[in-house]
């Protein structure tokens, strides 16, 4: 499968923060070891705080580690070259509400160098993989969170990275959006693309995800296998790793 898809090695990261001539310095990550194979679903579970969102920060290039390496695709994670590859969702993605889903698509495509040409079958690809193809042509306004929410995935999709980091992706969902959201994901799996997801919906993970890391006060506590759950529940395995 060739090298792995994110590394990171013994990685901190230190937010330092001054006011009225007093610097305050906060962990984000400590000493964070991680490795994601190429092709698998990766979880990251932890409570509020617990470096979930540092981690993405790091992996995406956003932020800079204080000590440790980053590693995306086998390149520096502030390598452009690196970023082209990687698709991100965020927790609460932002679009335009008077614009369609094909306009923003295509918005977001150009700023990604897809070329004029290739750009509207691409479009018509990932709007029909993630099931919008009959919402193609309404103001994102009108949508409902899930609908919007799955125009954010054919946004991260749509350059068909290789590697596609989602942060909360089905937080506010109801029932069916979530079923509908996780029958999309599946379809990137068995494409070859690998997925680093975090969600406080530990079923999902559970229903997903080949591999489990758990966070815990900004360092990675345990790192559990799909089998493992199998047989307790990865609920009971978290509430007992965080406790």
Request: aromatic share 6%; with cysteine; proline share 4%.
């Amino acid at each position: 499968m060739g090298e792995a898809a994110l590394v990171l090695e013994r990685v901190t990261k230190t937010y330092e923060y001054s006011h009225l001539g007093r610097t305050t310095y906060t962990r984000g990550v400590e000493s964070l070891s991680l490795e994601v194979r190429r092709g698998e679903a990766f979880g990251l579970l932890g409570l509020n705080g617990s470096g979930k969102t540092t981690t993405f920060k790091l992996a995406l290039g956003l932020l800079r580690p204080t000590s440790g390496t980053v590693s995306v695709l086998g390149g520096a994670a502030e390598d452009p070259k690196s970023l082209s590859r990687v698709g991100y969702l965020p927790e609460l993605p932002y679009f335009y509400p008077f614009l369609t889903p094909v306009e923003a698509l295509r918005f977001y495509g150009r700023l990604s160098g897809i070329s004029e040409t290739a750009l509207g079958p691409a479009i018509e690809g990932v709007l029909s993989a993630v099931g919008l193809a009959s919402s193609a042509d309404r103001k994102l306004g009108t949508l409902s969170k899930g609908t919007v929410q799955r125009v954010g995935l054919a946004q991260a999709l749509l350059h068909d990275p290789e590697l596609v980091i989602l942060d909360e992706p089905v937080s506010g969902l109801d029932p069916l959006a979530i079923k509908e959201f996780r029958d999309s994901l599946r379809k990137v799996l068995e494409k070859g693309k690998t997925i680093v997801i975090s969600s406080h919906s530990i079923s999902e993970l559970e229903r997903l995800c080949a591999r489990v890391g758990i966070l815990k006060d900004g360092k990675l506590v345990r790192t559990l296998e799909a089998k493992e759950w199998e047989k307790g529940g990865l609920e009971d395995l978290f509430v007992e790793t965080v406790r």
